[in-house]
Structure formats: C-alpha cells, structure tokens
C-alpha cells in the first residue's frame, strides 16, 4: 500500500510539474480537488463519482456524511457504509492516517483530535443513501480542534457546506 501511495504521488507530482496550470485560477481549484478525489479514490476504493461529502459543524461537535447519489448502487452503497464504520474506529483511536493520505498532509486539528481523544465520542449510523459519523465532545479544545477539522474538510473536498 505503502509503494502504491508513492508511486501515486511521484506521479501525482510528475503530472503537475508538467502541467502547472496552478497560476491560472481557473485551474488551481479544480487540479486540487481533482487530486484529493483522486487519492480519495486510491486510499478508499470508493469512487468520487456517483457519491457526495458532507461535513457538519455543530454546537457540541460535528458530522462526516457520505452518501451515494443513486441507493441502488448496492456496491457502493456497501463501500460507503464500510469506509465511514473504519473512520469512526480510526478516530475513536487517535489514527489519522487516511485523511493524511487523502489530502497529501495533516489535517488542521488532527493531532488535537489524536491527543484529546478520550474527550471525544465518536458514533456511526446508516442512513438511506450512505451514513453519517457523528463527533461530540464537551471539552473546549477538543472542540475547537473538531470544527478546524471539519472545516478544512468543507473546504478541501469543496463541499458547499456551511462554516459555521
């Protein structure tokens, strides 16, 4: 997995050397979402079409949803439902290695999250069209930490979601 992850990124970072379009603000924003979907695919197996992110910051903590767009896709329905149930164990723990591998970096307020998390209560729930990890916390820095996340989330997967 490890060499596959590098072989990605030297081709990931290959590409964009040949291709800087970076400069061009019509491109910068999509050749980065385009990357994170990309590595997003790789590190999950589940493909970023046909599915949509959401990313929910709440008074007491916050939400990760992922849904498919079409229910009937039982494959990746089953897939979405996996990835989200390892998420909320992987955090429940302090492992914060896949969203590092999805954005090429440590997400703002993951290693608050690793450190505080016995302050954290982590829970996953089916829903119709995929399912949700919900986060809450009564600790201020957890907290805080949470939203950072979660936010970065919005704004790297280029949700739409609300900041606030």
Request: charged share 25%; aromatic share 4%; with cysteine.
């Amino acid at each position: 997995m490890r060499t596959a992850l590098v072989v990605l990124f030297t081709a990931n970072a290959a590409t964009a050397s040949s291709q800087d379009q970076s400069s061009c603000p019509m491109h910068a924003g999509a050749t980065h979402k385009a990357q994170v979907d990309h590595r997003h695919q790789g590190a999950t197996g589940i493909p970023t079409e046909g599915t949509e992110h959401h990313f929910v910051v709440a008074p007491d903590g916050g939400s990760i949803r992922l849904a498919v767009k079409d229910p009937r896709q039982t494959q990746a329905l089953d897939g979405v439902r996996s990835h989200l149930r390892l998420i909320t164990r992987s955090f429940a723990s302090g492992d914060f290695a896949l969203p590092t591998q999805i954005h090429a970096r440590v997400p703002p307020g993951a290693e608050t999250l690793k450190a505080r998390r016995d302050k954290l209560r982590y829970s996953y729930s089916d829903v119709p069209d995929g399912g949700v990890v919900t986060i809450r916390t009564t600790d201020r820095e957890a907290l805080a930490a949470l939203h950072e996340f979660l936010r970065f989330q919005v704004s790297d997967h280029e949700t739409g979601d609300s900041l606030e």
